[in-house]
């Protein structure tokens, strides 16, 4: 996939200037990306890419639904901790805040996911941005996994085309 392919959305200046700041560490580093959630309905999605490149991604299991919120949450800490030995060197979560649906757990989540990811750079990505490439994504099924992946996906095209651009006007 190439980030001509996809059909960006305007008005989402902050984020594409974000991304551009970290083209470098996106391109060159380890990310992690989540799609959040406290267990209640779904299961937090994650991927992670390393050097530009989608190496896995799945669900993080909080083990039964019907344990305690506050169950869920220590777990999911300990498991999004445990997604690299090594904390990452981006951390991308959708960005949940300012939705009219958002469930006070699932801003619970969001903290302790981003407190788990033991990195100070973190980056939300409004959920509008990566949907044009879960559009073209072959197979695309909506999940967890997937919104995570897609997630990655659009950070990596998008940091690749600020480079192309910063070649071709440094050429």
């Keep these: 996939m190439h980030h001509s392919e ?8 902050p984020t594409y200037k974000q991304i551009q700041a970290s083209a470098d560490v996106i391109l060159t580093g380890t990310i992690i990306c989540i799609d959040p959630s406290s267990g209640g309905s779904s299961l937090p999605g994650f991927a992670i890419a390393k050097a530009g490149e989608i190496i896995t991604s799945g669900t993080v299991d909080l083990g039964p639904k019907k344990a305690l919120i506050y ?10 901790s445990k997604l690299t030995p ?6 991308c979560l959708e960005m949940i805040r300012g ?3 958002s469930h006070h757990y699932l801003l619970f ?3 302790v ?17 990566w949907r044009p490439v879960a559009k073209i994504t072959p197979g695309y099924i909506k999940g967890d996994a997937m919104d ?11 940091a690749q085309k600020f480079k ?8």
């Design 6 to 13: 996809v059909r960006w959305p305007s008005g989402f200046l």
């Design 71 to 80: 169950e869920r949450l220590q777990i999911l800490h300990d498991r999004v």
């Design 86 to 91: 090594e904390p990452p060197d981006l951390f």
């Design 99 to 101: 939705q009219n649906f």
């Design 109 to 111: 989540s969001c903290g």
């Design 113 to 129: 996911t981003i407190a788990a990811a033991r990195t100070a750079r973190v980056l939300e990505l409004p959920m509008h941005f």
């Design 148 to 158: 995570a992946a897609c997630m990655a996906m659009a950070l990596i095209l998008v």
């Design 164 to 171: 192309e651009e910063s070649q071709e006007t440094a050429s």
